[in-house]
């Protein structure tokens, strides 16, 4: 198997795994989204949803996961 196909194995595991862990325990997760940095303006008829602290902590966690990825499974 080649090292594109690994990756994509590796993501597809990764997706399916989150999905199951916010599937079972969702509603453990009622914090994200409402996190301090989240940007939520509500107004009669008009609603803005920025979730800057959120989509953050995201990235840092994806960051983190694709780079331990390419360590352990890259050269």
Not at 35 to 63: N, Q, R, W
């Amino acid at each position: 198997m080649n090292e594109a196909g690994k990756y994509l194995v590796f993501i597809g595991l990764l997706i399916t795994a989150i999905g199951l862990i916010w599937w079972l325990a969702g509603s453990k997760f009622t914090w994200f989204g409402n996190l301090p940095g989240d940007i939520k303006i509500e107004k009669p008829g008009f609603t803005f949803y920025a979730p800057l602290a959120s989509m953050l902590l995201v990235s840092m966690v994806l960051s983190l996961l694709l780079w331990l990825a390419g360590r352990f499974m890259g050269k």
